[in-house]
């Protein structure tokens, strides 16, 4: 092919130079273009038939539906209103406080709790132990001298517990901190915002131990469980002595539920 013909044929016509081109790999390549524009033509008509039928379709089932029965409502002419009997405004809510803080608890010793109380004088105190007195050194002890056996075994007196004795009772540990670090303030207190001094009162017992505890005095709120809580759980104290031997002694204990 001469070079003129090269730059002005198709690269079908290249390819193709000498050979048959009768033979239908020629005519398949050469007309390939228009065969896949017409195909997409076709595809496009078909496509767009497609969406106008669906678009007619739809608005003659809009238009087959049954429009609803529109109801005339006649409002009602209210009475008018008289502006002195209107109700009054709602109060305000309460300010609400932007933090809650517990406070160590104040203790204090029963002679501050209880004013009105006062303790007798140490004579009183001292008078009121056993006594040493001289008897008949020709007598019988009357604890020799067997009862009458009728059968009944007396029961052993009970303890005295003392309100006040010569050496009152002790805690053998820093009371502030214990109270501090296992006293919580109730939920349902703090809430309600709920302070004030429980009044707790405990027998400390010969070994130190701690029972019989009562609220003399409560705030509510949870407050008081939570304050029976803590002093029941107390370790051992130092127990109270009346002429040097370790008695019951009643100690009451004033705690302090502050929120800030």
């Given at each position: 092919m001469e070079i003129n013909k090269i730059l002005s044929s198709d690269y079908i016509d290249i390819i193709f130079e000498g050979r048959n081109k009768v033979y239908g790999g020629y005519e398949?390549?050469?007309n390939y273009p228009k065969r896949v524009m017409i195909a997409l033509l076709v595809l496009a008509g078909i496509a767009l038939m497609a969406v106008a039928?669906?678009?007619?379709?739809m608005?003659?089932?809009?238009d087959k539906k049954p429009k609803p029965a529109q109801k005339e409502v006649v409002l009602a002419e209210l009475p008018p209103v008289d502006p002195k009997k209107l109700p009054p405004p709602p109060p305000p809510p309460p300010p609400v406080k932007p933090t809650v803080k517990f406070t160590p608890p104040v203790i204090k010793r029963d002679e501050e709790v209880k004013e009105e109380e006062v303790p007798p004088p140490q004579k009183e105190i001292t008078a009121s132990?056993?006594?040493?007195e001289k008897g008949d050194p020709n007598g019988i002890d009357p604890g020799i001298v067997a009862p009458p056996s009728n059968g009944v075994v007396a029961a052993p007196a009970a303890p005295t517990i003392f309100s006040y004795v010569e050496q009152q009772p002790e805690p053998s540990f820093e009371l502030?901190?214990?109270?501090?670090?296992?006293?919580?303030?109730p939920d349902a207190a703090r809430e309600s915002s709920t302070e004030g001094r429980v009044i707790v009162k405990f027998v400390v017992n010969e070994d130190g131990a701690v029972s019989d505890v009562t609220i003399v005095r409560g705030i509510g709120g949870g407050c008081d469980e939570e304050a029976k809580r803590v002093v029941s759980s107390m370790p051992k104290w130092k127990p109270g002595?009346?002429?040097?031997?370790a008695v019951k002694v009643y100690f009451t204990l004033p705690i302090q539920f502050k929120l800030e």
């Open positions: 398949l390549r050469k039928y669906a678009l007619i379709n608005n003659v089932h809009i132990g056993p006594k040493d502030t901190s214990y109270l501090t670090s296992h006293l919580h303030y002595k009346q002429n040097g031997k």
